[in-house]
C-alpha cells in the first residue's frame, strides 16, 4: 500500500527558485572510478572543479569511487593520483575511498527502509528478464514494473536474497536546476524504482554517490552531462533522505576535430600520455580550461588568472572539439616562454625515461647552451629532445635521407674549403663564425644559406636545427671541426 504522507508522490522542486552560490565554504569534488587511465575528459572536469574551488577558497576533494572491485586496480588509483599531480591539481585532504565506506552506505538504506522510503525486492532474475523482454516486444521503455513495491516481504519466496529498491515518486516530476542547461525536468513516471542495494548487500553508484557527497559537505557537482539522468535518481534519494542537494553543472562531453565521439585518435588518451608526448602542464591546463568554459575572447591566460576568472555562468552548453593542432601551438607557446633551465631538466628526465638516453653534466651544459635555439622552433618537449640528438651523437654522426641528399659532392666540396677558415677563426664565438662564414661565402659568391646548409646537415645529420652558429659554439671547436671534416671532400 502507499506510504502515508510520501512527499515523493508530489511535486517538488529541489533547490531554490534562483541558483544562487551559497555563504558556507565551497566544496568540490573529482570521484573517478579506478577501472583505467584518467582520461582527458576526466582531466578536464577535475581542472573544472579544482578552479571554481580555488577561485571561492574553497576545497577540492579527491573520491575514487572504487565500488566495482573485479574492474578497480592499484595501477589505476596509481595513474588518477600520478595524473592529477602532473597536471598541478592537488587535492585538500586525504582522498575518501568509496568502498570503505559500505557500512555507511547501508546505514542510509537502512533509513529508508525505515521511513518506507525503500522496499526489499525478491524479483528473480528470470522475471526481471521477462519484464524487461515484454517492454520491449511492446515498445515501452524497460522499467522495473514495481511488483514488489507494496507487497508484504511475508510473501517472498523462501531462499531467495532480495535487493533493496528506492520508493520513488510515481507522480508529477522531478525538477533538476543546473548552472550549464537550466531546469531539467524528469517525469516522476519515467524514473522506476532503482537498485539500491544488491543482494549481496554491495550499495549501488547512485545511492552511495549521495551519502558520500552528503557527509563531504559537497556544495557544487560540476561533471560530465551523461549524469544528468543521475541527478534525476539522486535528487529524489536527496529529497527522500531531507538532504539538500549539491548545486549541479553538467558540461557537454569533448567531441574530436571532426565532430565524432572522442576517440585515440582524437585524443581520448590518458593524463600520462600527454606527459610522455612532452606537452607542459601549464599548457595543458589552458587548453582543458578553454574546452568548454571561456573568458571573453582571451585563449592565454595564466593559472593564476584561471582560478580568477573561472566561473560556472561562462560554462558551455555546447559539446567542445580537441584539436591537437591547436594544443601544440598553445605548448610551443609555452615552451618559448620557459626557462632554460627548466626545459633542460624536464627534457632529459623525458628522454632517458621513454627513450634510454644515458647523459652525463657535459651533454646537459651542451643541452642548456642550446636550449635557447631549440626551443624556438619546438611544440613539445619530444621534439626539443630528437631536435638534440646531435648533440649525443657519435662520430661519424648518421645522416638522415634528406641531409644526405643535400650533402653531393659539390656540398662535400665546399666543406672541405670552409673547414682551413673555420680551422684558422681564434675564437670561438657565435659572433666570429657568423663573420667567417659570410666571409667565405661571399668568397665563393654564394648566398649565406647555401653555406650554412650543407654545415648544418654535417654538424647534426638533419636539415634542422637552432641557428647554425648556436650550433658550432655548443659543440665546441673540437667536435665541430672533426664532423666537417668527416663529411668533406
Given at each position: 500500500m502507499p506510504i502515508p504522507g510520501n512527499s515523493l508522490t508530489r511535486h517538488y522542486e529541489l533547490v531554490?527558485?534562483?541558483?544562487?552560490?551559497?555563504?558556507?565554504?565551497?566544496?568540490?569534488?573529482?570521484?573517478?572510478?579506478?577501472?583505467?587511465?584518467?582520461?582527458?575528459?576526466?582531466?578536464?572536469?577535475?581542472?573544472?572543479?579544482?578552479?571554481?574551488?580555488?577561485?571561492?577558497?574553497?576545497?577540492?576533494?579527491?573520491?575514487?569511487?572504487?565500488?566495482?572491485?573485479?574492474?578497480?586496480?592499484?595501477?589505476?588509483?596509481?595513474?588518477?593520483?600520478?595524473?592529477?599531480?602532473?597536471?598541478?591539481?592537488?587535492?585538500?585532504?586525504?582522498?575518501?575511498?568509496?568502498?570503505?565506506?559500505?557500512?555507511?552506505?547501508?546505514?542510509?538504506?537502512?533509513?529508508?527502509?525505515?521511513?518506507?522510503?525503500?522496499?526489499?525486492?525478491?524479483?528473480?532474475?528470470?522475471?526481471?528478464?521477462?519484464?524487461?523482454?515484454?517492454?520491449?516486444?511492446?515498445?515501452?521503455?524497460?522499467?522495473?514494473?514495481?511488483r514488489w513495491r507494496d507487497r508484504d516481504p511475508s510473501e517472498a519466496p523462501a531462499g531467495v536474497k532480495p535487493v533493496v529498491r528506492f520508493r520513488a515518486p510515481q507522480e508529477g516530476e522531478t525538477i533538476v536546476r543546473d548552472h550549464v542547461v537550466g531546469d531539467v525536468r524528469f517525469a516522476n513516471n519515467q524514473l522506476d524504482d532503482l537498485v539500491l542495494l544488491r543482494s549481496d548487500g554491495t550499495p549501488t553508484y547512485n545511492l552511495s554517490v549521495v551519502v558520500d557527497d552528503h557527509d563531504m559537505g559537497i556544495t557544487h557537482i560540476i561533471r560530465g552531462d551523461d549524469h544528468l539522468t543521475n541527478a534525476g535518481r539522486q535528487s529524489q534519494i536527496y529529497a527522500a533522505l531531507g538532504w539538500t542537494p549539491a548545486e549541479f553543472a553538467h558540461v557537454p562531453m569533448i567531441l574530436g576535430s571532426d565532430g565524432a565521439k572522442l576517440s585515440k585518435r582524437h585524443g581520448a588518451l590518458g593524463v600520462d600520455a600527454y606527459r610522455d608526448m612532452g606537452y607542459l602542464p601549464e599548457a595543458m591546463r589552458n587548453y582543458l580550461a578553454r574546452l568548454g568554459w571561456s573568458h571573453g575572447d582571451d585563449e592565454i591566460f595564466s593559472t593564476q588568472q584561471a582560478i580568477e576568472w573561472f566561473d560556472l555562468e561562462h560554462l558551455g552548453r555546447s559539446p567542445s572539439r580537441f584539436d591537437f593542432t591547436k594544443l601544440e601551438s598553445l605548448?610551443?607557446?609555452?615552451?618559448?616562454?620557459?626557462?632554460?633551465?627548466?626545459?633542460?631538466?624536464?627534457?632529459?628526465?623525458?628522454?632517458?625515461?621513454?627513450?634510454?638516453?644515458?647523459?652525463?653534466?657535459?651533454?646537459?651544459?651542451?643541452?642548456?647552451?642550446?636550449?635557447?635555439?631549440?626551443?624556438?622552433?619546438?611544440?613539445?618537449?619530444?621534439?626539443?629532445?630528437?631536435?638534440?640528438?646531435?648533440?649525443?651523437?657519435?662520430?661519424?654522426?648518421?645522416?638522415?635521407?634528406?641531409?644526405?641528399?643535400?650533402?653531393?659532392?659539390?656540398?662535400?666540396?665546399?666543406?672541405?674549403?670552409?673547414?682551413?677558415?673555420?680551422?684558422?677563426?681564434?675564437?670561438?664565438?657565435?659572433?666570429?663564425?657568423?663573420?667567417?662564414?659570410?666571409?667565405?661565402?661571399?668568397?665563393?659568391?654564394?648566398?649565406?644559406?647555401?653555406?650554412?646548409?650543407?654545415?648544418?646537415?654535417?654538424?647534426?645529420?638533419?636539415?634542422?636545427?637552432?641557428?647554425?652558429?648556436?650550433?658550432?659554439?655548443?659543440?665546441?671547436?673540437?667536435?665541430?671541426?672533426?664532423?666537417?671534416?668527416?663529411?668533406?671532400?
Open positions: 531554490p527558485e534562483k541558483i544562487m552560490t551559497p555563504t558556507k565554504k565551497i566544496i568540490t569534488r573529482f570521484a573517478p572510478s579506478p577501472t583505467g587511465f584518467l582520461h582527458i575528459g576526466g582531466g578536464r572536469t577535475a581542472l573544472f572543479n579544482w578552479l571554481f574551488a580555488r577561485r571561492h577558497g574553497g576545497d577540492f576533494k579527491l573520491r575514487i569511487e572504487d565500488t566495482d572491485r573485479e574492474r578497480s586496480t592499484d595501477a589505476a588509483i596509481s595513474a588518477i593520483f600520478e595524473g592529477l599531480k602532473w597536471l598541478g591539481l592537488e587535492w585538500d585532504g586525504e582522498p575518501v575511498f568509496q568502498f570503505a565506506r559500505q557500512e555507511r552506505h547501508r546505514e542510509v538504506v537502512e533509513e529508508l527502509l525505515a521511513k518506507g522510503q525503500a522496499y526489499y525486492c525478491y524479483a528473480s532474475p528470470g522475471e526481471l528478464e521477462e519484464m524487461r523482454a515484454l517492454a520491449r516486444a511492446e515498445n515501452r521503455a524497460v522499467r522495473y514494473d514495481g605548448n610551443g607557446i609555452y615552451i618559448r616562454q620557459s626557462e632554460d633551465q627548466r626545459l633542460t631538466d624536464e627534457v632529459i628526465e623525458l628522454m632517458t625515461r621513454l627513450h634510454g638516453w644515458n647523459v652525463d653534466d657535459a651533454f646537459a651544459a651542451k643541452l642548456f647552451a642550446a636550449m635557447p635555439g631549440l626551443k624556438e622552433r619546438a611544440k613539445t618537449l619530444i621534439e626539443i629532445g630528437m631536435a638534440a640528438q646531435f648533440l649525443r651523437a657519435q662520430r661519424p654522426i648518421p645522416i638522415d635521407e634528406t641531409a644526405s641528399k643535400l650533402l653531393d659532392a659539390q656540398a662535400r666540396a665546399l666543406l672541405g674549403r670552409l673547414y682551413p677558415k673555420l680551422d684558422a677563426t681564434e675564437s670561438w664565438s657565435a659572433e666570429t663564425l657568423d663573420a667567417a662564414v659570410r666571409f667565405f661565402a661571399e668568397e665563393e659568391n654564394l648566398k649565406l644559406g647555401k653555406v650554412a646548409q650543407p654545415l648544418r646537415a654535417a654538424l647534426t645529420g638533419s636539415t634542422v636545427s637552432p641557428g647554425i652558429f648556436d650550433v658550432l659554439v655548443t659543440l665546441g671547436r673540437a667536435e665541430s671541426l672533426d664532423r666537417i671534416r668527416d663529411q668533406a671532400a
